[in-house]
């Protein structure tokens, strides 16, 4: 039980650091790539349509989906960004799960063989493959490239892999807002800002760590997930 409690500790800690972090180095180290970075929505559809494909490239490369989602924030704004993120998220789990199914199931099962995750993947898709679909894409915790290429090695079929990626529209809102807030919160720290805005960014905090606990929370309590890679 208490060992429960770390992993869930450091499952949040991890999110809201990576998301702190995340959006220093936008401000920081990064802030010469964002600036180029924004040819993409300077370019209209053309640019968004860039921006998709990369998304599927970095998908195929087994990266953390958390990052283009904040950028896509940064760079499109939070409804901008959120819809981006989204569509992308789904275009980037597609191609992983059909060359997993179709080209690297023996190959990708071997690497794979002795992660906790997969094994309860695969028993929780035996019963319902929709509903384990949807909650380990609206989970921030579970990694998405991970779920991409593993749900290839399970029964689970297109329409309840398609249908359940939706879910992936509650972490691609999350991280677009933050992108979206990157610039108004470097602002803050450097001139201040009254007590309404440091008020609305701590609530925000409070809510970001709710919706990860609650997500973690009713994930775990439907699949037999006792920890992630």
């Not at 689970?156 to 509650?170: E, S």
């Not at 979206?180 to 701590?202: F, M, P």
Request: net charge positive; charged share 10%.
């Amino acid at each position: 039980m208490a060992s429960n409690r770390v992993i869930a500790s450091l499952s949040v800690g991890g999110v809201v650091g990576g998301i702190a972090l995340t959006i220093y180095l936008t401000q920081t180290l990064l802030s010469p790539l964002i600036e180029k970075a924004q040819w993409f929505p300077d370019n209209g559809i053309f640019g968004i349509g860039c921006w998709l494909l990369l998304y599927i490239v970095l998908a195929l490369l087994v990266a953390p989906a958390s990052f283009h989602k904040f950028i896509s924030g940064v760079l499109f704004g939070f409804w901008g960004g959120w819809a981006v993120a989204f569509v992308g998220a789904c275009l980037g789990a597609i191609l992983p799960f059909w060359l997993t199914k179709k080209y690297l199931y023996g190959w990708v099962g071997q690497k794979m063989s002795k992660k906790p995750t997969l094994n309860a993947l695969k028993q929780a898709v035996g019963e319902d493959g929709l509903r384990c679909v949807f909650l380990t894409r609206i989970s921030l915790v579970i990694p998405y490239p991970v779920l991409n290429y593993g749900y290839g090695l399970t029964d689970v079929t297109w329409k309840d892999y398609l249908l359940g990626n939706t879910g992936m529209i509650v972490p691609g809102a999350l991280y677009a807002y933050w992108g979206s807030k990157a610039a108004d919160l470097s602002v803050a720290v450097n001139e201040g800002r009254d007590w309404t805005y440091w008020t609305a960014v701590i609530a925000s905090i409070i809510l970001t760590i709710w919706i990860i606990v609650y997500l973690r929370r009713i994930t775990l309590a439907h699949i037999a997930l006792e920890t992630s890679e």
